[in-house]
């Protein structure tokens, strides 16, 4: 076994849920007073929340954090309360996805006879009724269900208007990037999600710094990474202020340590780490789109690099992506469905789109958000490449 700067790697990756979040503490505790009425009352009243902020500023991991606190405080004084966090995205946008899974956490059997989504959030709100449950249900990138259904967020917030005599059962906590897409929803619906608005900052290198040495002292050997490591690689990160980064730049740098056996993880470990990550090529964004998406990636990587601007069109686009279908023997989607995948992947912040005015009319543009359109190519050609290997395998 050859020697590692890790003792354990888990408090490093992007599901870990630490029990203290830095410079989170003063949103923990707003959630903690919005939803008190839960536990001192239970069904008295259902709860919206609404938290914005941009990639890697903590809006996962504290409604995560706060989860498990305020299950923990409901089991402490037996009041049956569950917690659910779904990511809209991993569902496509479907809102049927989302609540067969809220159906399967409840411990319930999905019905065998072909509900609606409608159907289904009766039937879940059936099922809280009849255990007398309180549910907490946060829905993580909602722009991917205001992509493919905007009137799905209707359907949620409506639910307790329906039976305002009845037990309030379901509350609601929606997470999403930028506050612009609630633009697609009705007025009624933006003021009921706003009513209760957390806005996250990006990090500053100091904060950033604090959240890495705590990190540090979980995942390193003591001794295994200096004062000035962790503040290279916070202030590497800072000008972003994603603390997703900060972490992975430090998990990557202890990987260079390990590979050549240093017992120690310098700062010219973390600036090789640097070179290698980018902060849009990451599975993260990456890993969970369709087949479409990624020959829309590509599609649109090409385009970019053959003309050397900022954007393409979308009948650009849609030529290059059908050249790619054609290429990788894969059928490509029709214009409405093309449409609906481009709206998914502008959700993701993955690519950008605007509006430009020509002299026959108005056209849609779009472009890569922040990656070099080169290596956003090659990389969805490997991965596309792994994809057909497989298919021509089975």
């Not at 506050?179 to 100091?206: C, G, H, W």
Request: hydrophobic letters at 40%; aromatic letters at 8%.
């Amino acid at each position: 076994m050859k020697p590692t700067v890790f003792k354990d790697e888990a408090p490093l990756s992007l599901e870990y849920v630490p029990t203290r979040l830095p410079h989170r503490e003063d949103q923990i505790a707003f959630l903690a007073h919005l939803f008190r009425p839960l536990l001192e009352k239970p069904g008295s009243t259902s709860q919206r929340v609404l938290i914005t902020g941009l990639v890697g500023t903590g809006k996962t991991v504290i409604a995560q954090r706060f989860g498990l606190g305020i299950v923990k405080a409901a089991k402490e004084r037996k009041i049956a309360l569950r917690y659910v966090h779904v990511n809209c995205r991993a569902c496509k946008g479907s809102l049927f996805a989302i609540l067969r899974i809220v159906i399967g956490e409840l411990g319930e059997r999905f019905p065998k006879r072909g509900f609606s989504s409608k159907e289904l959030l009766q039937e879940i709100i059936h099922v809280l009724d009849k255990k007398n449950l309180t549910l907490i249900l946060t829905l993580d990138e909602l722009e991917a269900l205001f992509a493919a259904d905007a009137s799905a967020i209707y359907a949620l917030t409506r639910i307790q208007e329906d039976r305002a005599t009845a037990p309030a059962r379901l509350s609601l906590i929606c997470i999403l990037r930028d506050p612009k897409y609630l633009e697609i929803l009705d007025r009624s619906t933006i003021s009921t999600l706003q009513q209760n608005f957390v806005k996250m900052e990006p990090y500053a290198s100091r904060e950033l710094s604090t959240i890495l040495r705590d990190r540090v002292s979980l995942a390193f050997k003591e001794g295994a990474v200096q004062d000035d490591t962790i503040g290279l690689a916070a202030d590497l990160a800072s000008s972003s202020g994603d603390a997703r980064y900060a972490i992975e730049l430090l998990w990557r740098s202890g990987k260079y340590a390990d590979s050549e056996e240093s017992k120690e993880v310098t700062a010219e470990h973390v600036r090789k780490a640097a070179g290698a990550v980018n902060t849009t090529l990451r599975d993260e964004y990456l890993a969970s789109l369709s087949i479409d998406e990624k020959l829309m990636m590509l599609a649109l990587s090409r385009c970019l690099e053959e003309s050397n601007l900022a954007y393409a069109s979308i009948d650009e686009l849609e030529k290059a992506y059908k050249l790619a279908c054609e290429e990788y023997a894969y059928p490509a989607k029709k214009h409405t469905q093309f449409w609906k995948y481009l709206k998914l992947l502008s959700a993701t912040g993955l690519i950008s789109t605007k509006i430009s005015a020509k002299d026959k009319g108005r056209t849609t543009l779009i472009g890569l958000t922040s990656t070099p359109a080169l290596a956003m190519k090659k990389y969805m050609e490997s991965i596309l490449e792994s994809f057909t290997s497989a298919r021509r395998h089975h």
